[in-house]
């Protein structure tokens, strides 16, 4: 299985800083996807939410989720400027980094179990894309 991460908007140079993304089961076939993407502040505002993609060419699935802002402490920097130097997230010169989580839940196809694929096995060719990004993600 493939899994892409994308936002809406189209592909250009955002001074993404990197992305993270995770899964959890929640049981049988439903998995909770997190994707976590760092903002250079210096650069465009992070999207309001991400698109999954996740398919299988062997099982014959092509599937997309919304993957939202989660609610709370969001948008946190996470760069340690100097008190005297501020970092472009509070208005300074000095690069800053914010963090952004984003989650959703999918449900695989019955036909995942009957053909007893672990979702471990099929995320082994993770692929990762944010916009003008690409990164390979080995799980």
């Known amino acids: 299985m ?7 908007k189209k592909a250009e140079a955002t001074h993404t800083a990197g992305a993270d993304l995770t ?4 049981g049988g076939l439903v998995y ?5 993407f ?5 650069g465009t505002a992070e999207p309001g939410n991400m ?8 099982c014959g699935f092509n ?13 946190t920097e996470i760069t340690m400027p100097c008190a005297t130097a501020p970092s ?10 914010q963090k952004w989580v984003y989650r959703t839940v999918v449900t695989l196809p019955a036909a995942l179990q009957r053909l007893g694929i672990q979702l471990q096995s099929m995320l082994q060719k993770l692929y990762c894309y ?6 390979l993600c080995r799980l």
């Open 38 to 42: 760092y903002r250079d502040c210096g």
């Open 23 to 26: 899964y959890r089961s929640l």
């Open 2 to 8: 493939l899994l892409f991460f994308n936002s809406i």
């Open 32 to 36: 909770e996807i997190t994707a976590t």
């Open 51 to 58: 698109t999954i993609y996740y398919k299988s060419a062997s």
């Open 130 to 135: 944010y916009n003008s990004i690409t990164m």
């Open 88 to 97: 472009t997230c509070a208005g300074g010169n000095s690069p800053g980094i």
């Open 63 to 75: 599937r997309t989720a919304l993957a939202n802002k989660i609610p709370g402490d969001n948008g």
